[in-house]
């Protein structure tokens, strides 16, 4: 299921230029939302590559892709920030924030994807909302527990995970 | 309902039975009794918290008794769970999501209907397992037509939908689907409103059957969700929802024609008010009381996307006159209000502790919406109550 | 079942003096232990006919009765000192505590009775001990959870009864 | 093993395989792997906490890297779970308690054995649903047998027995009955002893069907109940259990024979140390370690029945000088304490909030116990710990 999902919203990403991914999603959202609205890591990932180096604590509620964040952070509970802890199941959806990079300046668009099928890990608890949006934004919504695709609705911890350049 | 939660009822029973069958003559045996409560009163509230900040796994429903500041008790269910009160005050139902194995396993949703009176399951239905899982749990998640028939609760795939449930039968008759559309605003016998992404309202009819009868969709947006993006849940003071704005603008909605139909935006601020920051912001930052004709807001004073910082103040807003008619001054931040619907109302508000901040206990403030006065609190409220309701 | 139990346990107590409790269980425990030890209310409410008042504050951890306490005072919960909040069971065992009231000077056998079926209410939350037992000496012990004869074994509070003068 | 349980491997394996056929050629893409551990550790620990003071549903066993001091990752179980390491590393059990409601419902009692590197379930076998449910989840609640293939889970209904699990087959053997005695202190290959209520030890022998064969008793009570319990958890050094009374005297029990050999019990305080009041106690307050016979306990000054008071030092006995041999300050009063028996041993000190008390967090302290330095802490635990352990 989770390899299909995936597969579904490679394609729906490929068709798709990063820079209109917001006002897709906007429009899917106002539409019909039937699909998981996924964060395309593997064709973002590509446009990444010449990428500016990070900095910062990503220990830290204040590391800058955590701009958007609700939960805890994985780095704290056994997982990185893009990385899930242990026997928990990265869901393969994820609410969608917008970051500054501290170096380059540039806005990315940042996945917030859930860790899920073990109780929450309670450490690290940050929130920040920028960008957060009410349900009927539901992409946009940092306090949906982003599961879809998984096996189970319990959140443990949550990634923030590069998705591209916003523009 | 399950075979067990059966003989707990009859354990129950046993128990009663056992106590009443004491002889009269030496005085009551202590430790033989399980509390009831009396009817709900007006100052009643409920609150829906999660276990804490460590586990989603066991929503609590707790009962409070506002004039004495007292706890009554609770319910206790699953992940992330929503509830509200029957309209004649018999009943509280859950709608819960559980695991077989607590975090994993296979998932059972299902509605509880709890004894208003003894906190205890009378009956369950099971229901397909995809209630929506959010936080807040607001009201917009589950919601009972206004003659307690019914039962809508809200699923999130994430493609929306309505379980409806007939309280009657304790059986699921059917699903609407609102593509696009979120939250269950109950605005006639069978029909209720959902909030689009495009910003603007479907409104749905339904019939006893569970059945979608027709939708009309405003032709405009009533806001603008890029700009100015409205909390999920009005304030409905007779026909009409106010939503109130990240920025602090107030959007009217007359909901009794279809499509319903927005009013005039007016901004809640004064010129002075909005350089000085303030905007409303918490979980549960809105409340309506329709006998007054009023709405009351947690405000804060913070930037851009502060939306869910707790308020230091409940501003009261009178919805005819589109001004500031009171300002309560909270002796602690809150991020939950409501205001009971009685004669002589009351406000409350739910403080959270700070996380990773100076710890603060989680706690119940009461407020006389007459005199503006601070009558006081409830202490060690537990886990980490996001959202509060009152019995219709 | 709790009728049951409730039954049996009378029977036990019928044929016990009150005085010579403590040390019928500590027999029971070393030999056979096969039945929930009750706390025998019926008989012990008629010895107490006669009680002394009592004083102190019910929902403070330093209440005379609760000299053994561990867990949260049914009093906050929405139960009382004696009574179990709505929607709990209240098990027919406990563990046993001794404690001395503060007007008689006497020592009573109090039955910490937990209430059983919802989750922790965790509200005055106090832990005094005195008595308390590993677990070898099981009706002693204040860790069990004292839910035998109820329809589950997660606690929402726990009660303070008398049971009767220990001598 | 349930069929969601399968499907949760499978999309976890699915995960895996993807993520291995990605090309090599572009950095790798973001967010698409689940962690996994490497072997465990010397300096690893594992700590059993419930979800909290406001829930009992939700028991994590938390891993932590002792070394680092950092949060490796948790299993999540039932009520009142308890847990324990094979001894080849490779598998973590887990014994829990779920209720199909949450708090109530069909009870299911289960041993899930969990990949020790993925923290994830690999199977389950259903177990009579009758564990004991004690705080804290002592390690003689659940135990291995020296080889690894056997388990033993105790039961409390009150009655005591131990339900036997072979874990090769994953099936319940059966059950062996410990009338009046409890605990589960491994003492052979196929050997346990208990503690009875009488002050006398059991020691029981059982065969590779889950069967007693052999059951013998002390003629006389090692220790006196009445006037001075013993903990229930002793330290094991060699061929003799240490056990540590309310009192602060020691209890050696030689269990290489049977029944055991019960020897001469001294007292871990001078007339001063008495006089200033100082006694063992916590949640865990004894820790062996046999290559260097040495014990560690956890003491504080208080009176009769203060025996689950937070310790403010570790004092360190030589079991063969029944002298004291060290003593080390503690920077937070500690409840639980653990030594992990390689030649560099830690020494590790759980704290937990003080309830009612001045809000402190809950967290683990490290210290060398060849130095008795203080080498760090790791903060923010979830929960609240009540027992801890390491692999064998």
Known sequence: MDALVERVTRTVAMRTSRRGILGMLGKLIAGAMVLPLLPVERVSARANTAEAAEEGDPLSCDYWRYCGFDGSLCGCCGGSTTQCPPGTMMSPTSWVGSCKHPIDGKDYMIGYRDCCGKDQCGRCFCQNNKGDMPLYRTQLDNGVTWCFGTASFVVNCTTAVKLGLKS | ?392
Chains 1, 3 share one sequence.
């Open chain 2, 1 to 392: 309902m399950s075979r067990k939660a059966w003989s707990l009822l009859f354990v129950i029973f046993l128990i009663c039975v056992t106590a009443m069958t004491v002889p009269a003559q030496p005085p009551p045996p202590e430790g033989v009794s399980v509390r009831e409560l009396g009817p709900i009163q007006p100052h009643w509230v409920f609150l829906i918290s999660p276990a804490g900040v460590d586990s989603e796994e066991a929503t609590k429903v707790e009962v409070i008794d506002g004039d004495s500041l007292q706890f009554l008790g609770m319910l206790t269910g699953g992940v992330l769970g929503t509830a509200a009160v029957s309209p004649d005050h018999r009943f509280i139902y859950m709608a819960d999501t559980f695991y077989s194995r607590g975090a994993r396993g296979v998932r059972t949703d299902v509605v509880t209907t709890y004894d208003a009176r003894r906190l205890a399951p009378v009956r369950e239905v099971i229901i397909p397992p995809k209630r929506q899982q959010t936080i807040p749990p607001d009201s917009s998640a589950l919601a009972l037509t206004p003659d307690g028939r019914l039962l809508l609760v809200a699923n999130l795939t994430p493609a929306t939908s309505m379980t409806v449930v007939d309280l009657g039968s304790n059986k699921v008759l059917g699903e609407i689907e609102t593509p696009g559309c979120t939250g269950i605003l109950i605005s006639g016998p069978r029909r209720f409103e959902s909030l689009c992404g495009d910003g603007t309202m479907i409104s749905i009819d339904f019939n006893d059957s569970g059945r979608m009868t027709a939708s009309q969709r405003m032709a405009r947006p009533f806001f603008d969700p890029e700009k100015d993006p409205v909390f999920s849940v009005p304030a409905v003071l007779g026909h009409t929802a106010y939503f109130v704005s990240y920025h602090a603008m107030v959007y009217p909605v007359d909901w009794s024609v279809e499509p319903p139909k927005a009013g005039t935006p007016w901004s809640m601020l004064t010129d002075a008010q909005r350089r000085e920051g303030w905007r409303p912001g918490g979980y549960q930052p809105l409340a309506g009381y329709a006998p007054g004709n009023l709405f009351y807001v947690l405000m804060h004073r913070g930037g851009q996307w502060s939306h869910k910082q707790a308020g230091i103040e409940v501003w009261v807003y009178s919805a005819q006159h589109r001004r500031r008619v009171d300002r309560i001054v909270l002796p602690r931040p809150g991020t939950d209000l409501y205001v009971t619907r009685d004669s002589d109302p009351r406000l409350f508000v739910v403080s959270l502790p700070e996380l990773n901040g100076p710890p603060t206990p989680t706690a119940l403030q009461s407020f006389s919406t007459r005199t503006g006065r601070y009558l006081g609190v409830l202490d060690q409220l537990p886990g980490f109550p996001l959202w509060m309701f009152g019995a219709p």
